[in-house]
T-cell receptor, first 117, second 113 residues
């Protein structure tokens, strides 16, 4: 079974600084997707960024970028120029690309990010 | 496009009762997945529906069931509620042609007393 591990229960960063959230996963599959979701206090899960395993290039979305190391099964999220609105719980998630995984995301335990003004 | 909607947003029930939660996906999305979020177990996959058929199911007891209608709206039902069923229930919709990205609703907060 696939597992996703986020080893940092809590992280903090100063506004305008950079922070990196860690995620490792375990799978025997070669074709899969990885995601970072943000869950603010409103509890609405918001997609931050996604990465296709077959792509070597790291995904980037504005201030958010990932460091995808397939061999090491590592998928970290870097937030640059942190803003107060970035404060939230961040979840790393895995989805096998094969048909039998229909609609199933496997989530890590989450990392609470605090942004200090 | 309107986002994923879930109703009701909050529910309080007592042990032994049953509950039905509703999820309306983004227009054009044909797949709906359900998740349970608790402080202890985190986010866990319940089941997924596509074109009115359950295609995948997580490791939950048979008290948890669901269905999907022809307009892609989905419901999940929990019978004989237990205290441990208190959780945030999230549904997510995804388009049939891009199954890799799920868009979540705001969730239903269920409290079992």
């Amino acid at each position: 079974a696939q597992t996703v591990t986020q080893s940092q229960p809590e992280m903090s960063v100063q506004e305008a600084e950079t922070v990196t959230l860690s995620c490792t996963y375990d799978t025997s599959e070669s074709d899969y997707y990885l995601f970072w979701y943000k869950q603010p206090p409103s509890r609405q899960m918001i997609l931050v960024i996604r990465q296709e395993a077959y792509k070597q290039q790291n995904a980037t979305e504005n201030r958010f970028s990932v460091n995808f190391q397939k061999a090491a099964k590592s998928f970290s999220l870097k937030i640059s120029d942190s803003q107060l609105g970035d404060a939230a719980m961040y979840f790393c998630a895995y989805r096998y690309a094969g048909g039998t995984s229909y609609g199933k995301l496997t989530f890590g335990q989450g990392t609470i990010l605090t942004v200090h003004p | 496009k309107a986002g994923v909607t879930q109703t009701p947003r909050y529910l309080i029930k007592t042990r032994g009762q049953q509950v039905t939660l509703s999820c309306s996906p983004i227009s054009g999305h044909r797949s709906v997945s359900w998740y349970q979020q608790t402080p202890g177990q985190g986010l866990q996959f319940l089941f997924e529906y596509f074109s009115e058929t359950q295609r995948n199911k997580g490791n939950f007891p048979g008290r948890f069931s669901g269905r999907q209608f022809s307009n892609s709206r989905s419901e999940m039902n929990v019978s004989t509620l237990e205290l441990g069923d208190s959780a945030l229930y999230l549904c997510a919709s995804h388009p049939a042609e891009a199954w890799d990205t799920q868009y979540f609703g705001p969730g239903t907060r269920l409290t079992v007393l």
